[in-house]
């Protein structure tokens, strides 16, 4: 434990913090996305990917739904579901 | 914005944190040929909790008052092994570490021109340890260390005015900025790389936690302090005030009632009037207010 402790880069990407969801999970609804990425700047996790209209997805592994995203949303094409509503993705 | 992340999922950071979203603006703006000195802060634990680390550009944290020193040093490394020019080097902090612990080594950085953008996170308070108060904090703020009370309205002494003593050594760029705008951040981080000299920059960030608010009204609540002239978003280059958002000035109530941190105060007229008082300075003194011209177009 002496000098410098040096870790590897990306490690974290171990770290599910899903798990740390207790309400709610964003849904995306890929209706009426027009792809202007403002989710996927907002998200404080970086765990939002997609590139066209409608393929915006979140990775749950890491989301930890705080629901700035569906604020965010102009469109309003992402809602916050119940966790415990057994609604997959 | 490539496909490779610099700043991974998987950090510890609150959910909703806003200085987890202004870190990754700011390192997806300067991009991969970037070194990090960070100083102990809330940014520094939620990234790096050993052994993990979320970043994937060099990153070197030494203590809580240096990274300004060590920022220094591998700027002063990279000039002699001449590589600076496609280098950059980022030193930062939170505001504790900034204004409080870490002022007299951003000064000598500041006074001995190295190129290095400084970018304060400001969260208004020592978040990471329990919500103390910092030399950022604002006026009646209720923190652990200046709890409202009975006696007392909160924090009784005004925010250090941080981006003015920067400006103050007679450094090239100068900027505030703020989660609530992103584009904001990444223009500015973008803007500051291309100048030469030392930089400093300041964005602030909601907590979720230590504000007392919803998770995900961090936006919003970083917007109301900017509409209500709480936190000017100003630009200086060369000591010259080049930009600044200018505002339909909104009450303060409306910003304070959004957050835990300031509930004693929605019944205390006093006091309400004074922090008024701050926003009507900083309104006048920038100039914030949009002409009428500008409003009914």
């Known amino acids: ?89 | 914005m490539g496909d490779r992340l610099l700043y991974k999922p998987g950090h510890t950071a609150c959910a909703g944190c806003g200085q987890a979203i202004a870190a990754r603006l700011v390192i997806e703006a300067a991009g991969p040929n970037t070194i990090i000195a960070n100083n102990t802060g809330c940014l520094e634990v939620f990234t790096t909790r050993y052994p993990e680390s979320a970043w994937d550009v060099p990153w070197i944290h030494s203590l809580f008052e240096n990274c300004a020193a060590v920022a220094s040093g591998i700027e002063a490394a990279l000039k002699y092994l001449g590589k600076k020019d496609s280098i950059n080097v980022i030193a930062q902090a939170g505001d504790g570490g900034t204004a409080d612990i870490g002022l007299q080594a951003l000064s000598g950085m500041l006074e001995r021109g190295h190129d290095i953008l400084y970018v304060c996170y400001d969260n208004e308070a020592y978040m990471n340890t329990g919500i103390q108060r910092s030399g950022l904090t604002p006026y009646d703020t209720n923190t652990t260390t200046s709890p409202a009370g009975s006696k007392s309205a909160g924090n009784i002494r005004p925010k250090k005015p941080m981006p003015e003593i920067a400006l103050a050594h007679g450094i090239p760029y100068v900027a505030t900025s703020s989660a609530g705008y992103l584009q904001d951040i990444q223009r500015k981080v973008k803007k500051a790389l291309s100048i030469k000299g030392p930089k400093y920059m300041q964005i602030h960030v909601p907590c979720p936690l230590g504000w007392r608010h919803e998770s995900n009204l961090t936006m919003d609540v970083a917007r109301l302090a900017v509409e209500t002239g709480l936190y000017p978003l100003i630009e200086y280059e060369n000591g010259a005030l080049i930009g600044k958002r200018q505002i339909s000035p909104k009450p303060v109530e409306e910003y304070l009632k959004t957050q835990g941190r300031f509930k004693h105060l929605l019944n205390n007229p006093a006091e309400l009037k004074k922090v008024q008082e701050i926003a009507d300075n900083n309104i006048k003194k920038y100039g914030l207010k949009v002409e009428s011209q500008a409003s009914s177009s």
């Open chain 1, 1 to 89: 434990m002496f000098g410098p402790l040096i870790v590897k880069p990306q490690k974290s990407k171990g770290d599910n913090t899903g798990a740390w969801r207790i309400q709610s999970r964003p849904k995306f609804l890929q209706k009426d996305c027009i792809a202007c990425r403002m989710c996927l700047l907002v998200c404080p996790e970086h765990c939002i990917s997609g590139k066209e209209k409608n393929t915006y997805q979140t990775d749950y592994n890491y989301c930890k739904g705080c629901g700035l995203c569906a604020r965010i949303c102009p469109k309003k094409d992402i809602e916050m579901v119940e966790e415990s509503s057994g609604d997959k993705q």
